[in-house]
C-alpha cells in the first residue's frame, strides 16, 4: 500500500490556467522530490526539498514552483499552464539524509494541457 | 558521459529464460545501487538495493555489484511476460552534499512468451 499520495491521477487543463500537483506523505520523511517524465523517456529531476521551508531546483529547468510548509506535504504549481507541460509528473521521499535506501515514488499526475 | 548508462534496449528475451540487465557507473564514491521497475504509465518500484560487492539474492532477481569495475548487473531468473517493462539503475552519488539519486534512462525488457 503506498505511502505516498498523488492527486489528481489524471488532468486536462486548458492552456493558461493555474494548477497545483499535490503530493503528500505519511512516513515522516524529510527529502521529497519531482520528477518530470515524458512517455519512454527517463527521469527529469525538477525539484526537491530537504525538509520545511527547504526548496532546490532540480537538474531539468522547469517553470512550476513547489513549497514545503508542512514535512508531509510537497505542492507543485504551474502560474500558467501550456502545451508544453503536457507531462507525467512523479513525486517522491525518502527517508535518509544520504539516500542510502532509496526512493518511494507516488503513483504520479499525468497531465495534459490543451 | 552520462552519469549512469543503461543500454537501452529492448532486451527480448524468452518465457523461461534468465535476462541480464546492465549499468555502469562514473563516480567511484558511489555507495548504494538500486534497481527499480517501471510498467508502462506507472510510477517506479524499487526491487533490489545492494551496498556491497558480490551477489544478493531476492527470489528470481539477483543483482550483482563490482564497485572496481564501477559495473552493477540485475538478473531475472525464470523471466515471466509480466517481466516486461522498463528496469531503471540508480545510483546514489555523494559528489555533492545534497546525495541525490542518480538514474539511468533504463533498459526495456520484452519476455515473449
Known amino acids: 500500500e503506498a505511502d505516498i499520495y498523488q492527486t489528481p491521477r489524471y488532468l486536462v487543463i486548458g492552456t493558461g490556467k493555474k494548477i497545483t500537483l499535490e503530493c503528500s506523505q505519511t512516513m515522516g520523511h524529510d527529502k521529497m522530490y519531482w520528477y518530470q517524465q515524458d512517455p519512454g523517456m527517463e527521469l527529469h529531476l525538477i525539484h526537491y526539498s530537504y525538509g520545511v521551508n527547504s526548496t532546490e531546483k532540480g537538474d531539468l529547468s522547469s517553470e512550476s514552483t513547489v513549497s514545503r510548509i508542512r514535512t508531509e506535504h510537497f505542492p507543485l504549481t504551474l502560474e500558467s499552464a501550456r502545451p508544453s507541460h503536457t507531462s507525467q509528473y512523479l513525486c517522491?521521499?525518502?527517508?535518509?539524509?544520504?539516500?542510502?535506501?532509496?526512493?518511494?515514488f507516488g503513483s504520479g499526475t499525468r497531465l495534459t494541457v490543451v | 558521459q552520462k552519469e549512469v548508462e543503461q543500454n537501452s534496449g529492448p532486451l527480448s528475451v524468452p518465457e523461461g529464460a534468465i535476462a541480464s540487465l546492465n549499468c555502469t557507473y562514473s563516480?567511484?564514491?558511489?555507495?548504494?545501487f538500486f534497481w527499480y521497475r517501471q510498467y508502462s504509465g506507472k510510477s517506479p518500484e524499487l526491487i533490489m538495493s545492494i551496498y556491497s560487492n558480490g551477489d544478493k539474492e531476492d527470489g528470481r532477481f539477483t543483482a550483482q555489484l563490482n564497485k572496481a569495475s564501477q559495473y552493477v548487473s540485475l538478473l531475472i531468473r525464470d523471466s515471466q511476460p509480466s517481466d516486461s517493462a522498463t528496469y531503471l539503475c540508480?545510483?546514489?552519488?555523494?559528489?555533492?552534499?545534497?546525495?541525490?539519486?542518480?538514474f539511468g534512462s533504463g533498459t526495456r525488457l520484452l519476455v515473449r512468451p
Open positions: 540508480a545510483v546514489n552519488s555523494p559528489m555533492d552534499s545534497s546525495y541525490k539519486l542518480i
Open positions: 517522491a521521499s525518502s527517508d535518509s539524509p544520504t539516500g542510502v535506501n532509496g526512493y518511494t
Open positions: 563516480d567511484r564514491g558511489s555507495q548504494s
